[in-house]
């Protein structure tokens, strides 16, 4: 069977760090995720707003503790537990909850910027501040002096060759 969760959202609340006796760091934090969706009889746009129990152990939960806040976004992957037990009045209880095993750190500093990073159950750090951009090395110096070549010696007009496009998002740009 295959139990695996990926979620965005908030932190819904500041994060709580506690220790077990043998010493591992258990962080618990509230996160809220939204979904927009069309009625399908009315046609109007709604939101559906769902809020998540999350669990994180270890080296992870201590990052998190110390880089997270009320409202910082996250990328949370885990698997889904069931919880089951007794309260003080005898009536059963039980709630859904996601168990991270890694939780990656969205928005950058005070969720300004548009990176990610952040650290897995293992204590590895997970850091991705290619924003969106192309990764492939197509760089060629050669190339670049061409156009500008052509451009002299063509009395400053612009070369008639291929110009690639980028696809940047406003969103993208990191300043």
């Not at 506690?18 to 939204?34: C, E, H, I, W």
């Not at 201590?62 to 997270?68: D, K, V």
């Not at 009320?70 to 003080?88: A, I, Y």
């Not at 209880?93 to 095993?101: D, L, N, Q, T, V």
């Amino acid at each position: 069977m295959y139990n695996k969760v990926i979620l965005i959202g908030n932190l819904t609340r500041d994060i709580e760090l506690r220790y077990t006796p043998s010493g591992t760091a258990v962080a618990k934090f509230g996160l809220a995720t939204n979904r927009i969706y069309s009625d399908p009889v009315t046609k109007e746009k709604k939101q559906e707003v769902m809020f998540i129990d999350i669990t994180v152990f270890g080296r992870a939960a201590e990052t998190a503790n110390q880089y997270l806040k009320k409202g910082s976004q996250v990328l949370v992957e885990g698997r889904l537990s069931f919880n089951q037990w007794t309260d003080n009045t005898g009536q059963k209880r039980s709630k859904h909850e996601i168990i991270a095993e890694q939780v990656k750190f969205l928005g950058g500093r005070d969720n300004t910027q548009n990176s990610s990073a952040g650290y897995n159950n293992s204590g590895s750090y997970n850091q991705n501040n290619n924003q969106g951009y192309n990764t492939q090395n197509n760089y060629n110096p050669q190339q670049q002096a061409q156009p500008q070549q052509q451009m002299t010696q063509q009395n400053n007009e612009m070369p008639t060759q291929n110009i690639p496009s980028i696809d940047i998002d406003e969103e993208d740009i990191p300043f």
